[in-house]
């Protein structure tokens, strides 16, 4: 499966990476305005080869996506400390809607997943973008949550003691600080949480899960206070999803998408839990909230829907 990567900063380039890693790919093009950045990123993972499986890693130009089963955009400004994902709007959006107006111009039934901040608007952005060109709404979709609730399970494995993997919980709503952690549907083993706890004889209080709750909301602030910016975690979220298309595995991942309506917001990309196939999403799925995790979804959308007003102009209905 040959995949574009638009964009070889620290995200695409270390996406690049991971999906050499997990074997989903015959062919990577990485393309960058900054050529010599796409070249040696290419080059450097190349080198790779050897020691994984066969993949062609080249960089080029737009025009070399053609054939390409999913594009991946990560191309955008940076998020610098003490700056908001909102904040990155303006600086974003025209980069954007170029960026997937280009490459679907070579890649007409490429999947397209968006990862540049903040990914719930670029990816509106983008679906406007694509289906001025025919492209459905199923075909565009962004990174969203998928992170955060890799953060939150990893969290959660660490307190409870459990492999991740066998942790259910979601984040949905916005990439950002308006961010929900659905606790009320969290199970492990197929119990609830509060059950499993008490099966196991383990105290979760109320200050607990609000350190958790913090530490997901805060992640990434705190890693790019530390080193400039976020890019194994959302490399390899970006990976999975290549995976999980090339395997048409049918896995349940928190994307964002356009939505018509939620919970009274209309007309919103926001993450909620979506199965995702080979032809990209398939179907959204229902998640259950109690009414206080209801009214922080119903802000979250609130959240995007006002910047994307605000900033990009775009129409609510």
Same mark, same amino acid.
């Given at each position: 499966?040959? &995949? ?5 900063? /620290?995200? @695409? ?53 053609? @054939?390409?089963? !999913? ?10 400390? @003490? ?10 959006? *025209?980069?954007?809607?170029?960026? *997937? ?10 999947? !397209? ?26 075909? *565009? /979709?962004?990174?969203?949550? &998928?992170?955060?609730?890799?953060? /939150? ?6 307190? +409870?003691? !459990?492999?991740?993997?066998? &942790?259910?919980?979601?984040? !949905?709503?916005?990439? @950002?600080?308006?961010?929900? +952690?659905?606790?009320?549907? *969290? ?8 059950? /499993? ?16 709750d913090r530490d997901v909301r805060q992640a990434a602030y705190q890693i790019i206070a530390g080193k400039k910016a976020t890019y194994y975690g959302i490399g390899a979220a970006l990976a999975h999803l290549v995976a999980v298309i090339a395997g048409d595995r049918h896995a349940i991942m928190t994307v964002c998408t356009p939505i018509e309506e939620v919970l009274g917001v209309k007309n919103v990309s926001l993450s909620l839990p979506h199965l995702v196939g080979s032809d990209g999403l398939i179907q959204r799925l229902p998640i259950s909230l109690n009414p206080d995790e209801e009214l922080q979804l119903q802000a979250s959308a609130r959240v ?14």
């Open positions: 499966m040959k &995949i574009g990567i638009i964009g070889s900063g /620290f995200v @695409g380039s270390t996406a690049a990476y991971a999906i050499l890693m997990n074997k989903s790919a015959s062919e990577i093009v990485l393309v960058d305005a900054n050529k010599p950045r796409a070249t040696a990123e290419a080059a450097d993972i190349l080198h790779a080869v050897p020691f994984v499986h066969p993949v062609t890693v080249r960089a080029g130009e737009m025009e070399d996506l053609d @054939g390409a089963k !999913v594009l991946i955009v990560t191309a955008g400004a940076a998020q610098q400390p @003490g700056e908001s994902r909102l904040d990155l709007l303006k600086r974003n959006a *025209v980069i954007i809607r170029t960026m *997937v107006r280009h490459g679907l111009t070579y890649a007409k039934d490429a999947i !397209v997943i968006v990862a540049t901040n903040p990914v719930d608007i670029m990816t509106h952005l983008a679906a406007v973008q694509a289906a001025e060109m025919g492209v459905a709404t199923s075909r *565009v /979709f962004g990174s969203g949550t &998928i992170l955060d609730t890799a953060r /939150f399970r990893s969290l959660l494995s660490t307190r +409870l003691r !459990v492999d991740p993997q066998h &942790i259910h919980g979601y984040v !949905v709503g916005e990439h @950002g600080d308006s961010e929900v +952690l659905a606790w009320s549907g *969290v199970s492990v083993a197929g119990l609830g949480l509060d059950d /499993f706890c008490a099966a196991r004889a383990i105290s979760l209080p109320l200050q607990d899960r609000a350190a958790i995007i829907r006002a910047a994307c007003d605000d900033m990009c102009g775009c129409a609510s209905s």
